[in-house]
């Protein structure tokens, strides 16, 4: 079983950034990041695989103001936050799976999951 720490979540005014880390403890083949705001599922935010390639995957919605990285070295996950807009407050989950993934931004595709860190963006 992977542990995933999550830190790097808070709040700013919209149009602020927030950078999220993701630190994990065992292999990882590939890593997201979900939100979930309350009374509304979760959904995929961004994930990417490991190793060479490095594939990326975005909601239409976060493309071009969020960014995902990941130290290999480090077995560490980012999530570069960019003009935030109040919808973007959720609570947001760093995941990991040993398996690519069908399809990358669909929460039931990962087994391992962190206790989340807070954004709140205000208008």
């Known amino acids: 079983q992977v542990q995933l720490v999550e830190s790097g979540g808070g709040s700013v005014q919209a149009g602020g950034s927030l950078r999220l880390s993701c630190a994990a403890s065992?292999?990882?083949?590939?890593m997201g990041w979900f939100r979930q705001a309350p009374g509304k599922e979760r959904e995929g935010v961004t994930s990417m695989s490991s190793g060479g390639g490095g594939y990326t995957y975005y909601v239409d919605s976060v493309k071009g103001r969020f960014t995902i990285s990941r130290d290999n070295a480090k077995n560490t996950l980012y999530l570069q936050m960019t003009n935030l807009k109040p919808e973007d407050s959720a609570m947001y989950y760093c995941?990991?799976?040993?398996?690519?993934?069908?399809?990358?931004?669909?929460?039931?595709?990962?087994?391992?999951w962190g206790q989340g860190t807070q954004v709140t963006v205000s208008s």
């Open positions: 065992g292999y990882t083949r590939f």
């Open positions: 995941a990991a799976t040993a398996y690519w993934p069908l399809r990358p931004l669909v929460p039931n595709e990962y087994s391992n």
